[in-house]
């Protein structure tokens, strides 16, 4: 009676059942947990040093990580657990799923497999290498956010401006681009639908998952093209269309686009050479990148 006392307690919280729920799907660091429940780490932990101590997940050591699966749980108690993790498995958790299937692909890009990691490998290596191919041209970062873009293309650009509405977001840019030594970007506080930029003053102009934030995407669009000069790029990156409405909570307004709503908006700013593509595809990912570009009309 001891033990199914404790079980069931164990039982009885929200996050715990999530936890068993994803760990159903997959073993996890408390990092990642964390990421996907939304949850403090030191809460993530707590709930997973309980789950130890009664015998439902175990730790498992791997390239120096510390990861957590379920355990095969012994004894009188066993037959019951089945019953209970069969019920667990059917608990409504898009969310959930959602950010897992984010987490798996990190790990897929941070170029770990089977046989463990590929030493050198590296997305940032492979852009910075790209960046000597590209001549020293004025960009425009829309929606900067942190600022990551804006600093790998300040390495190649001739000038560098990032505009974000946050203030807060601009200060963290701003210390984060200090620690790298990125020091020729200009940060401007705006709208990206009302930018504070002259027209034709950039030949680049970059909206990276900021249009989906926009109250009217065809307006932010436009005000990029108008910041161009005549045969400027634009390049749009930004989600496919899905239906994770959580991603509300974000902040995000629109739950991506399709692929002909957004070359519509793009020739209807009169961009030209218009071309879309998919990013990475993953089987079950409910996320996915349209790559998308234009010219503007010399």
């Not at 009302?194 to 005000?223: G, K």
Request: net charge positive; proline share 3%.
């Amino acid at each position: 009676m001891n033990e199914a006392t404790s079980l069931f307690r164990l039982l009885g919280d929200e996050a715990r059942l999530r936890i068993l729920r994803l760990l159903e799907k997959e073993r996890l660091n408390v990092s990642e947990l964390t990421s996907i429940l939304g949850i403090a780490q030191p809460g993530v932990s707590r709930h997973l040093r309980l789950l130890k101590e009664g015998g439902l997940v175990e730790e498992e050591r791997d390239r120096g990580w510390t990861y957590y699966r379920l355990a095969r749980v012994q004894g009188p108690l066993a037959r019951t657990w089945e019953v209970l993790r069969l019920q667990i498995r059917t608990l409504e958790g898009t969310g959930d799923d959602a950010r897992l299937q984010e987490i798996l692909r990190h790990r897929e890009e941070d170029f770990t497999h089977e046989r463990g990691l590929v030493p050198g490998k590296s997305w940032a290596a492979w852009a910075r290498a790209l960046g000597h191919l590209v001549p020293a041209v004025r960009v425009a970062d829309l929606g900067c956010g942190e600022g990551l873009l804006a600093i790998e293309a300040a390495r190649w650009a001739s000038r560098v401006v990032a505009v974000d509405v946050s203030e807060t977001a601009l200060q963290r840019a701003r210390e984060i681009a200090r620690s790298k030594g990125a020091r020729s970007i200009l940060w401007k506080k705006g709208d990206i639908e009302d930018l504070p930029l002259e027209s034709a003053s950039v030949d680049v102009a970059l909206l990276s998952q900021a249009l989906h934030h926009a109250r009217e995407p065809l307006r932010a669009i436009r005000e990029a093209v108008r910041i161009l000069a005549p045969g400027g790029k634009l390049l749009l990156l930004d989600l496919k269309a899905h239906r994770e409405k959580w991603v509300t909570k974000l902040g995000d307004r629109w739950l991506g686009f399709d692929e002909a709503s957004l070359r519509k908006m793009m020739r209807e700013v009169g961009l030209v050479d218009i071309r879309l593509e998919i990013g990475a595809r993953k089987r079950g990912d409910p996320f996915q990148v349209i790559v998308a570009s234009g010219t503007k009309a010399r």
